[in-house]
């Protein structure tokens, strides 16, 4: 459970957000300090499972053949097939549109080889090269983790965002989404609390609130 501070500050964020015409995203903006990020090392690159959700669609490709391909169709957006892989591979212009538009990829292990050959040079810049699927790894249950799941990435800036939730999302479940991130921040950073500057909450066009 996420302390009252963080609470109170998403609270104000929600309650000074102007009303709009459309369903706003809450997001963190995180800003770091004493840390050398042009070494790769000490950059924070994290997927992190939300305990109460995203409050938004998460788009997911699965690549898969056989069975695992039939099971992922019930729960992906889309299910392609290594023939449809190859095909990607070349028509640059449609791999890229893919990968923007896509959230996370998911992959059977024994594709990783050919989509790092077809699609390496697409997904890895963006950092969406796919979750490898072991077989014994159940795809259904992987697809809606992801489903919740965000990625917290800093590349070589100070100041990065990630999304906590939507506007109609409670304070508390938002708060505790912060909480679980703000945890695995401090866990993975060099000197932990002492290389985050500051943290702030807000809405998609609302006012910044600083929560830490």
């Not at 992190?48 to 056989?66: D, H, N, Y």
């Not at 292990?109 to 697409?122: C, W």
């Not at 993975?188 to 006012?207: A, C, Q, R, S, Y």
Request: without cysteine; negative net charge.
């Amino acid at each position: 459970m996420a302390d009252n501070e963080i609470e109170q500050a998403v609270s104000r964020a929600l309650e000074d957000s102007p009303e709009r015409n459309f369903r706003e995203t809450v997001d963190l903006a995180i800003n770091l300090r004493d840390l050398d990020l042009n070494d790769p090392s000490n950059r924070v690159d994290e997927s992190i499972v939300l305990p109460s959700g995203t409050g938004q669609e998460t788009q997911i490709i699965v690549f898969a053949e056989g069975e695992t391909a039939l099971r992922a169709e019930d729960v992906a957006d889309d299910v392609l097939s290594g023939d449809e892989l190859e095909e990607l591979g070349d028509d640059d212009d449609a791999a890229k549109d893919l990968a923007d538009a896509t959230d996370f990829f998911i992959a059977e292990a024994s594709m990783m080889q050919d989509i790092g050959r077809y699609l390496g040079t697409v997904l890895g810049p963006r950092g969406k090269m796919p979750t490898p699927l072991q077989p014994d790894d159940d795809v259904v249950e992987t697809v809606n983790r992801m489903k919740n799941t965000v990625q917290l990435r800093s590349g070589d800036r100070r100041t990065f965002h990630t999304r906590v939730g939507a506007e109609d999302m409670s304070a508390e479940d938002i708060s505790d989404n912060i909480d679980v991130i703000i945890r695995r921040l401090h866990s993975n950073l060099e000197k932990g609390p002492l290389n985050v500057d500051t943290i702030f909450v807000k809405t998609t066009m609302g006012p910044s609130v600083e929560v830490a």
